[in-house]
């Protein structure tokens, strides 16, 4: 690849251009932040260099934020900060705390405004060893797409005594013959177009790329037609008009196959968002990739955590047409800092994501081998040990250990 001095990765409609030297920010977080955060660093530089020999490398730099940044420069988020984010389009982050009333607004929400992060995507696959609800855990491997920016999370909300609320109460009346109880709050629902059908690009593509089996669109198309029903009949424009020679829809399974599914094909349906939440616990082994409009979204990515039994280790992204940010899906856990106990693999899997979406697929399967034999061999963080009734390793133990495992393999 060309050398590229400024080790800035180039996002574009044609997947992303990632140079042998990117330079990638990084915060390592409030509560436990710094503790996973270079754990997970010094892992995923391991496996890049394991699988590269030296020929690729992150160039970390790191950026300041959160509490830390809150003291010294009076904000959890210095405009040098973003400048550099933006510059660089990509942030690696370690769990942020945003103080209530401190004035600040939280790195997550900045980011995804200002950088247009509309797909929020978490990964979701057991690990042996884990201790899970189902009976047969080992079928859970799913990847939720969730939009981001649309939805109910715009925040067009008003209280139900609300001067704004009785404006609304009596254009609705007035206009089009629609009464709302006078102590209903009120909120608008937006579902868009546009929003939609970007991020079905991106979870087809994603499929593709990955060599998924499915992607199933989950919505309340049946109640919320002109919303989530829209989402849905948006999703299935996108799929069979502009990638028509990738997929298949359920009705032309089986109308035009017999229910066979044709060698190189991806099958595209959709599932009612109740009966969706049902049939991820019944039978996981159905669902692969989940695109769901924002609500939904939070719903079942969750649920998918539950179902491999710890939501701790999941980690995931916010990504846009022009960058992408990283993250654990859990907090800051401030009870536990300090004290060389927590589970860094959150935030690890999080880097296994983000070397995926850079193309170094190489550096991010060393890192899920390393994880699953860490599990098998039982060399795990407290969290995990008291399930397994042995004795557990520390935070930098536990990150050494998949640092040795990663370069014997």
Avoid at 284 to 291: G, M
Wanted: glycine content about 10%.
């Amino acid at each position: 690849m060309e050398e590229n001095k400024d080790g800035i990765i180039s996002f574009g409609k044609d997947g992303w251009k990632t140079p042998d030297n990117p330079t990638i920010p990084f915060t390592y977080g409030d509560g436990i932040g710094p503790e996973i955060t270079a754990a997970a660093k010094s892992i995923i530089d391991a496996s890049v260099e394991k699988a590269y020999g030296g020929k690729k490398k992150i160039n970390w730099l790191e950026v300041a934020a959160g509490e830390e940044a809150q003291k010294k420069y009076g904000t959890g988020l210095p405009d040098d900060t973003l400048e550099t984010i933006k510059k660089y389009g990509i942030i690696f982050k370690g769990p942020l705390t945003t103080p209530v009333g401190s004035g600040f607004r939280s790195l997550n929400v900045t980011l995804r405004v200002t950088m247009d992060l509309y797909a929020n995507i978490r990964p979701v696959k057991y690990i042996e060893g884990l201790d899970s609800p189902l009976k047969y855990p080992q079928k859970v491997d799913m990847i939720v797409f969730r939009e981001n920016t649309d939805d109910i999370y715009t925040g067009i909300e008003w209280p139900y005594n609300s001067a704004e609320a009785e404006k609304v109460r009596e254009f609705l009346k007035s206009s089009l013959d629609i009464t709302i109880d006078p102590d209903a709050g009120i909120g608008i629902k937006p579902i868009g177009k546009a929003k939609t059908q970007r991020i079905t690009r991106m979870a087809i593509k994603y499929a593709v790329d990955n060599n998924r089996k499915s992607i199933t669109v989950m919505h309340k198309g049946n109640i919320m037609k002109y919303t989530e029903g829209a989402f849905k009949d948006w999703a299935y424009e996108v799929a069979t008009k502009e990638f028509g020679d990738k997929i298949i829809t359920e009705e032309e399974l089986y109308s035009k196959h017999g229910g066979q599914m044709p060698e190189g094909k991806i099958l595209f349906n959709d599932r009612i968002a109740d009966n969706m939440l049902q049939q991820i616990i019944t039978k996981p082994e159905l669902y692969d990739v989940i695109l769901a409009p924002n609500l939904n979204g939070d719903y079942v990515s969750d649920a998918c955590g539950a179902l491999i039994g710890d939501i701790g280790v999941l980690g995931g992204a916010n990504i846009g047409d022009n960058g992408a940010m990283f993250e654990a899906a859990h907090g800051t856990a401030p009870k536990y800092a300090g004290k060389n106990v927590a589970n860094p693999m959150g935030i690890l899997k999080a880097g296994e994501l983000m070397l995926t979406f850079m193309g170094w697929t190489e550096a991010a399967d060393l890192i899920s081998k390393a994880v699953e034999k860490a599990m098998k061999e039982r060399k795990v963080t407290s969290d995990i040990a008291r399930f397994m009734g042995v004795d557990a390793l520390g935070t930098k133990e536990f990150a050494q250990y998949l640092v040795d495992a990663v370069k014997s393999a």
